[in-house]
């Protein structure tokens, strides 16, 4: 079993920066892919960004692909989002995910769906 403890939400003011980060408890095993959603009022949770736990291999959703920038140390068992040039529409409930089933090494899945642990999400809010 693995939970998840995100932290470092807030409000930032357009332009701005936040990170956040996503503590895990229990093993995190090669196999796992990690993933960033967010979820803003009235709309479907949304990929963002994902990251191999073994090889550190990512990927981002184009809405945040230069701004935004996922990673992970294995040694704190934590994965980070580091989130720059932020913009109202960025404001959102960020959630972490962990798949157990992710191929090792590759980049892994955007399905929502696929995740099987999420945390607990915390909330980012970005003034205009």
């Known amino acids: 079993q693995v939970q998840l403890v995100e932290s470092g939400g807030g409000l930032v003011q357009a332009g701005g920066s936040l990170r956040l980060s996503c503590a895990a408890s229990?093993?995190?095993?090669?196999?796992?892919?990690m993933g960033w959603f967010r979820q803003a009022p009235g709309k479907e949770r949304e990929f963002v960004a994902a990251i191999s736990w073994s090889h550190g291999s990512t990927y981002n959703s184009d809405s945040v692909k230069s701004r935004f920038t996922i990673s992970r140390d294995n040694a704190k068992n934590t994965v980070y989002l580091q989130m720059n040039s932020l913009k109202p529409e960025d404001t959102a409930v960020y959630y972490c995910a962990a798949d157990r089933d992710a191929i090792t090494g590759a980049i892994p899945t955007t399905e929502s769906a696929e995740y099987d642990y999420w945390g607990q999400g915390t909330q980012v809010t970005v003034s205009s």
């Open positions: 229990g093993r995190l095993f090669s196999s796992y892919g």
